[in-house]
C-alpha cells in the first residue's frame, strides 16, 4: 500500500472529514456542527489502514480546516482530545479555551 497517495476532504453532506488512499476510503472522523463549534464524535482508522500515522494526519487536516473557519472544537472523540493534548498548538480551539 502506497501511503503517498493521501488526500484527504471535508464531507458536510456526511458531517464528517475523509481520508483516502488510493482513492480508497481509509479514515473518517465524524463531527456534529454547532453554531460556533464542531463536535468531533467518533475518529476510525479501517484496520488494513491502521499504524501508519493516518489518524493523526486526519486530525490535523480537520483541526486545521476547523480554524480557518474560525470555529471551536469540541473534542468528545478520545482519539481527537488525546490529539490535542499531545499537540498544544490546537489547544486554544477547544470550546472554552482563549487563544494565546
Not at 489502514?49 to 486530525?59: M, N, Q
Not at 473534542?75 to 477547544?94: E, N, R, S
Request: net charge neutral.
Amino acid at each position: 500500500m502506497n501511503t503517498d497517495d493521501i488526500s484527504i476532504r471535508q464531507r458536510k453532506d456526511k458531517q464528517r472529514y475523509e481520508l483516502e488512499v488510493g482513492g480508497a476510503l481509509a479514515a473518517f472522523a465524524d463531527y456534529r456542527p454547532g453554531t460556533d463549534h464542531a463536535d468531533f464524535v467518533h475518529t476510525e482508522v479501517l484496520p488494513q489502514f491502521e499504524g501508519k500515522g493516518l489518524g493523526s494526519k486526519l486530525a490535523r487536516y480537520a483541526l486545521d480546516d476547523t480554524r480557518r473557519q474560525s470555529l471551536k472544537v469540541v473534542a468528545t472523540c478520545p482519539f481527537i482530545a488525546k490529539f490535542i493534548q499531545g499537540h498544544p498548538q490546537y489547544q486554544d480551539l477547544l470550546v472554552g479555551q482563549n487563544p494565546g
